[in-house]
Nanobody, 124 residues
Framework: QVQLIESGGGLVQAGGSLRLSCVAS????????MGWFRQAPGKEREFVAL????????IYADSVKDRFTISRDNAKNTVYLQMDSLKSEDTAVYYC?????????????????WGQGTQVTVSS
């Protein structure tokens, strides 16, 4: 079992920055694919970014590319999401997710473990 705990959400003005963190339990964090998703009120949960453990490859949704950066520190069992140039449409609950055998990279059903979420609100 893997437990994920997100932090770092909050209220920020448009154009500002936030850094989300997700700490994972367990000793095999380095072999998990780690993703970030978000869900706005009345909308489906959507893919934001992914950090693959093989090859250190990263993938981003088009809506956040060049503004958000996903990174991981395997020694600290932590994955980060640096969010810059925030827009009001980035307002959502952000979730960290993990998978050992990820086959569907950008859909929620590809992930086995989820955090509780952290609220990000961007005021315009």
């Amino acid at each position: 079992q893997v437990q994920l705990i997100e932090s770092g959400g909050g209220l920020v003005q448009a154009g500002g920055s936030l850094r989300l963190s997700c700490v994972a339990s367990g000793r095999t964090f380095s072999t998990y694919d780690m993703g970030w998703f978000r869900q706005a009120p009345g909308k489906e949960r959507e893919f934001v970014a992914l950090s693959k453990w093989i090859g250190a490859r990263t993938i981003y949704a088009d809506s956040v590319k060049d503004r958000f950066t996903i990174s991981r520190d395997n020694a600290k069992n932590t994955v980060y999401l640096q969010m810059d140039s925030l827009k009001s449409e980035d307002t959502a609950v952000y979730y960290c997710a993990a998978s050992r055998l990820l086959t569907v990279e950008q859909r929620p059903n590809g992930y086995n473990y989820w955090g509780q979420g952290t609220q990000v609100t961007v005021s315009s």
